[in-house]
């Protein structure tokens, strides 16, 4: 048997849990505590959220790797690179990239709400690339904390995915991110831990129990590009993980492609990761995470191997998506008001085009129209995502309303099913179970824990969770919390109704005029304000009643030289409902598209005479 060589001066991990239970926190302490910051300097809450977005939605979307330096009691200096990934499902192709720099994994899970789906779906995903995991139960000082009970969920979470013996004896940190502590002692429910001042325990397990990078002295060089970045000075940047040999900077290496040639490149630049900044570095060795600039084409999954003796590594392989969207021009009669907007059909291409090179589980597909394409990814967020940096960055777009991606099997069609998680006061329960069962939703388990809330597990098709989350907040005032993920592919189930409600749709071009508002708000909620500028087959409103009605929001009181008694009075208006891209998105019909520009977003009829949608209503009707 062939004898590996080890790196004990190094160890690769990814932080791996569900939304919100303090992976980017950790990261920060760990980061404080090994020293990255110097003395005095100004640093930001969640350092490694660095997107504008990931900031505004509190919510992890790119996975990033940093690298601290931690010294042992023996005097040891050992770097640990830590790869921080997102938490939300959509997110998943980031995950599943993140794992395949790591030799283990660090499980986060909060002392409260315990293993949730996402957690579920990362873990999955560790058990199956046989990575050692530490568990690290946060937030333990939480009021209404329950240790002892998480931790049995989470043995029951291993079971449930079918870890063997050796992935559950998995070791216990408890901790608190947001203070930087952490202990092996299980402290009371909503304490701090007492015998800790630090992070220490955390730092000791994690050498203890990921293995230090292995490799063959004698193999080639070979390193997997496994995500890309770019630099305003060096061009694209592939980022590595080096599985055999050294690569240095200058060294001319062959260049493995997705379709099998191979071409010899040069290493212009080579940087390595310290704290939170790419320093240059003349060489590295197995186990590295390292970027390497002077390649322009190079993508995801593609090789960087020895020159005389190359040998490509095996493709990054990620789940398939499940919910597509039609992104195109947009075709308004408002098209190109905007300064500055990018407006045609080759600029919205080639966006698109740029974001398969650094997304591995986006794909983008033609359709019958020329200025419009199918992108499909995993989740309705990520689309709305993609949505939402184009827009910032000056694209005026049509987006239809998303729809499932099925597939055949066996001879049948199939759709993709989530398992849907809801934590809710129990007097919602008969509101909760009448919004699924209308949304073709069957229950899996129910959960009282005594405390006045209940869990609820869910199998349900994607297609009913398209416009769930609004009503689903409505109808538990605002208290429910709700989290899926996908969890197989299952026989169409039919149709579903998701909404009640139809649309006050513009009759003609005009500005919206607050007489006519007022004599409409009766009719449903108007989602514009008095002075909007509208035209013919825009949607200003939610009817009340389930069909469309067109609407002259433009109509003006006419003047006459008569006092009238009331004249004097003020036309009190009940303030719109402004929908953001992810709640117009969810409003949508499947005749209906959201316009979306650089300083609006608009919901309108995909054909936008009326005469010409009563047509086609009739001709359906046959």
């Not at 040998?311 to 392989?317: D, N, S, V």
């Not at 008095?530 to 013919?536: A, F, K």
Request: negative net charge.
């Amino acid at each position: 048997m062939e004898v590996m060589a080890q790196r004990t001066d190094l160890r690769n991990v990814a932080i791996i849990a569900h939304v919100d239970h303090g992976k980017t926190t950790l990261v920060d302490a760990m980061l404080r505590q090994a020293g990255a910051f110097r003395e005095g300097a100004a640093v930001d809450d969640r350092v490694m959220d660095s997107m504008d977005l990931e900031r505004e939605k509190g919510i992890t979307i790119l996975a990033k790797n940093t690298a601290v330096r931690h010294r042992t009691p023996a005097g040891e200096d050992i770097t640990i690179n830590i790869i921080d990934t997102p938490g939300h499902a959509d997110f998943g192709g980031e995950v599943e990239r993140g794992l395949t720099m790591v030799d283990g994994v660090v499980l986060l899970v909060d002392a409260s709400e315990g293993p949730l789906p996402q957690t579920r779906f990362v873990l999955r995903k560790a058990l199956s690339a046989r990575m050692p995991i530490v568990l690290v139960i946060n937030k333990v000082d939480r009021p209404d904390a329950r240790i002892k009970e998480v931790v049995d969920e989470t043995y029951e979470l291993f079971l449930d995915l079918d870890a063997d013996e050796d992935q559950i004896d998995f070791p216990i940190v408890y901790a608190c991110a947001r203070d930087g502590l952490a202990s092996l002692t299980e402290p009371a429910d909503g304490e701090i831990p007492s015998d800790s001042t630090d992070l220490l325990p955390l730092f000791d397990t994690l050498l203890s129990t990921i293995p230090a990078p292995e490799y063959d002295e004698g193999s080639p060089l070979q390193a997997h590009v496994t995500n890309l970045d770019a630099s305003p000075f060096l061009g694209r940047l592939a980022l590595c993980r080096v599985r055999q040999g050294i690569i240095r900077k200058g060294q001319t290496v062959t260049w493995c492609r997705t379709d099998g040639s191979q071409t010899n490149v040069r290493i212009s630049e080579l940087l390595m990761t310290e704290a939170l900044e790419r320093k240059p570095a003349e060489q590295a060795g197995p186990g590295d995470i390292i970027a390497v600039a002077g390649i322009p084409e190079i993508m995801i999954g593609e090789t960087l191997a020895d020159a005389e003796n190359p040998q490509p590594l095996p493709l990054i392989t990620v789940d398939e998506p499940a919910i597509s969207m039609t992104i195109g021009t947009n075709t308004s009669p408002l098209t190109g008001r905007a300064k500055g907007a990018k407006v045609t059909a080759r600029m919205v291409k080639d966006r698109l085009d740029k974001e398969l090179i650094g997304n591995v589980s986006l794909r983008v597909l033609e359709t019958e129209r020329p200025d419009a394409w199918e992108v499909q990814g995993r989740g309705e967020l990520a689309l709305a995502i993609l949505v939402e940096q184009m827009r910032r960055e000056n694209y005026e777009l049509t987006v239809g309303k998303p729809q499932v991606v099925t597939r055949e099997i066996d001879g049948k069609r199939c759709e993709p099913v989530e398992r849907l998680t809801i934590d809710a006061p129990e007097e919602y329960l008969g509101a909760i179970t009448q919004l699924l069962a209308t949304r073709k939703g069957r229950m899996e388990q129910m959960v009282n824990h005594g405390t006045g809330w209940i869990r609820m597990e869910w199998l349900i098709p994607a297609r009913g969770l398209i416009g769930f989350r609004t009503e689903f907040l409505t109808d538990t005032r605002g208290t429910g919390i709700a989290h899926h993920v996908f969890e197989s592919y299952e026989p169409w189930f039919g149709d579903i109704r998701t909404r009640q409600s139809g649309s006050l749709v513009a009759d003609r071009p005009g500005v919206a005029s607050s007489y006519a508002m007022f004599n409409l708000q009766e009719r449903g909620t108007m989602f514009v304000e008095p002075t909007t500028e509208v035209y013919e087959g825009m949607i200003v409103g939610e009817n009340s009643r389930a069909d469309d009605m067109d609407v002259n929001i433009c109509k003006e009181k006419k003047l006459t030289n008569v006092r009238s008694s009331t004249a004097e009075e003020l036309e009190r208006l009940i303030p719109p409902r402004k929908l953001s891209l992810e709640q117009a998105l969810e409003f949508c019909r499947e005749d209906e598209c959201v316009e979306v520009t650089p300083t609006a977003v608009r919901i309108r009829k995909v054909v936008l005479d009326a005469k010409q949608r009563e047509r086609n209503r009739r001709l359906n009707a046959r």
